[in-house]
């Protein structure tokens, strides 16, 4: 009988609102350093919500050519930006690689909105009368499948080259099929993880017409991610990118090559319920979770640490503190878990691989991320969210949580390997 393949992450790159790069984007998280600040990307003082979690030192000309970056979205430098990170991280060399070692690398990358924020510049020239100033590239760069493409061509990596496109569930999916792929041997290494750039006027204006995003603190940006807390009145947008270099284990032990965890559960399921609003039972969020464990052969009482999707809207939290419940049991009590859009906003179809990146790390140092912003308890969100301070805690198996628009819900396994 054939041995299973084992899919491990042997690289991490990060480009997010509190730090460029992973060890920033990490030190900044252990210690609560919020990335959540005043729009400054376009003059926000005519919407109601004036805050975002913004990376205003980013520099895409760092990653593309002049001529490059005016033809694509914001979200293409940032993906190639943490895509580097990752690579060089995983040790990887792609330029010295052969043909056929590049037909072996695949790439796939999660992102709810992909170049919707490119697509809003180009209206906006059109409709003022700068119809030559419209790039050339408008269809293929608004296509959110060429995003994967960029990446491919930046490293000549010629695998399959795929987007996966789910609402907020989009990265936590994409790392779901990278690791499914390897792990029936279609592929042996695969790039993923995922970016997103929503942050635009009119994405934000639309946002604030659902009444989802919270305007209660743009004179106090970082206070305005607020998990669980019983003030809390919606989330706070955010951008950034998340990349992982995934690889079969025997592979990655045979080159030497450091590994932060093993890949080891997947689940993901639909309540077919609503476009935006969860269904109160919290009933798939669970079995997502569930499935996740099954697939990775534990149970709720050997999962040390949840990283949850916890976006700070009434609704979403309450939820999802009720499905953790119904998947755990009394588990649900005594095991950690945080929220990591507390620290970073929320960006979007990228924040599952955000909460993967925060996970490794904090497996690695054994070190937890805090949940920022716990200031009133709220009865109907009563477990362990790690408030206001990291804390020392062995990681020996993770569970990341997603939930998304159109029902849907996705949930990753990682494990510590020894």
């Known amino acids: 009988m054939q041995m299973e393949r084992r899919v491990v992450v042997t690289g991490i790159g990060v480009i997010s609102p509190n730090g460029i ?67 060089a991280d995983a040790e990887l060399e792609p330029a010295a690689m052969t043909l056929d070692e590049r037909r072996r690398v695949a790439v796939l990358l999660g992102s709810g909105g992909g170049g919707q924020e490119f697509v809003e510049r180009q209206y906006s020239l059109y409709y003022a009368g700068h119809v030559r100033q419209c790039s050339v590239y408008t269809i293929p760069s608004a296509t959110i499948g060429t995003l994967a493409s960029e990446l491919s061509m930046h490293f000549g990596f010629r695998g399959f080259s795929h987007v996966i496109s789910t609402g907020c569930t989009s990265s936590t999916d994409a790392i779901g099929y990278a690791a499914q792929n390897i792990r029936c041997g279609m592929a042996e290494t695969v790039l993923c993880g995922g970016a997103d750039a929503p942050i635009a006027p009119l994405i934000v204006k639309g946002f604030t017409l659902m009444r989802i995003m919270t305007s209660s ?27 992982f270099v995934l690889e079969e284990y025997e592979r990655a032990r045979a080159r030497g090559a450091r590994i932060y965890g093993e890949i080891r559960g997947y689940g993901s399921t639909c309540e077919a319920f609503h476009r935006v609003r969860l269904e109160e039972n919290g009933d798939e969020p669970a079995r997502a979770m569930s499935l996740a464990m099954e697939q990775a052969r534990i149970g709720p009482g050997q999962v040390d640490y949840v990283n949850l999707h916890g976006t700070s809207t009434v609704l979403n939290d309450r939820i999802e503190t009720r499905a953790l ?52 308890p709220d009865p109907e969100c009563d477990l362990d969210y790690v408030p206001h301070r990291s804390r020392n805690a062995e990681i020996e198996n993770a569970l990341c949580n997603c939930i998304a628009f159109g029902s849907k819900n996705s949930a990753l396994i990682v494990s510590r390997v020894v």
């Not at 920033?24 to 003082?45: E, H, Q, V």
């Not at 005519?46 to 520099?59: H, K, M, T, W």
């Not at 095991?335 to 990146?357: D, E, M, N, Y």
Request: aromatic share 8%; glycine share 10%.
């Open 325 to 376: 419940k119904l998947a755990f049991g009394k588990r649900a009590y005594r095991v950690p878990t945080s929220a990591l859009k507390s620290i970073i906003g929320h960006p979007q179809g990228a924040c599952g691989a955000a909460g993967l990146a925060a996970t490794l790390l904090a497996m690695r140092d054994n070190a937890l991320p805090p949940t920022l912003n716990l200031d009133v």
């Open 217 to 243: 603190w743009n004179h106090e940006p970082e206070r305005g991610s607020r998990p669980f807390s019983a003030d809390r009145d919606g989330f706070v947008l955010g951008e950034g990118a998340w990349m």
């Open 21 to 87: 790069g992973r060890e920033n984007f990490w030190a900044a998280t252990r210690r609560g350093a919020s990335g959540i600040r005043k729009i400054r990307s376009f003059d926000p003082s005519s919407l109601p919500v004036q805050i975002a979690g913004e990376i205003p030192d980013f520099d895409p000309l760092q990653y593309l050519s002049e001529k490059d970056a005016a033809n694509v979205s914001r979200v293409v430098p940032l993906a190639i930006g943490a895509a580097r990170e990752a690579v």
